[in-house]
């Protein structure tokens, strides 16, 4: 009796191992899927973020970046800060607000563990005018221990930054 029930246990247990490395292969195939959809419309993967509902992509192409679903035209973004627990430890403006134009992301070897890490874009509509308000999207790269979430909010910032700096370099010639 001994062994029978010893083997149900090892039968359980080699099905269950057996399902959760179909699980693993269709998520991985379906991430596969989604990085070749997008490099097949010409974007670059900056970032593969985690959220509630799995991996979410953050990238770029020509003329926008792309954060799920949503676009973020180029031509619009005035504005990005890195966020630890909301407050800012890095940022980067079109304007030049603040001072903001000159600060840039420290590294923190050491990482922060379980701090919240975001970073934060400030759009404007083109037709809006001067004194308007800017849009802010959160771009939420989370709190997973050992920099990981450090480096995500690093490429997304890095990404905008460089879009900033390019399109200030393009105005000022």
């Known amino acids: ?99 903001a134009q000159s600060a840039g992301f420290e590294d923190r070897p050491e990482g922060i563990a379980r701090d919240r890490w975001d970073v934060a874009i400030d759009t404007i509509e083109p037709d809006a005018p001067d004194g308007a308000a800017p849009a802010t999207l959160l771009i939420e790269c989370g709190a997973i221990r050992e920099r990981v979430s450090q480096e995500l909010a690093r490429g997304v910032f890095d990404a905008l930054k460089r879009e900033i700096d390019r399109s200030i370099g393009a105005v000022g010639h």
């Open 1 to 99: 009796m001994r062994d029978v029930i010893a083997g149900l246990v090892a039968l359980g247990l080699l099905i269950a191992a057996a399902s959760m490395a179909t699980t693993l292969t269709v998520y991985r195939r379906r991430r596969e899927r989604e990085r070749a959809h997008e490099q097949a419309l010409g974007r670059t993967i900056i970032a593969e973020i985690p959220a509630a509902e799995g991996l979410v992509l953050f990238t770029e192409d020509a003329r926008a970046f792309h954060y799920g679903g949503r676009t973020i035209h180029k031509n619009r973004v005035v504005a990005a800060r890195v966020l630890i627990n909301g407050s800012p430890i890095a940022a980067c403006s079109r304007r030049g607000a603040d001072g």
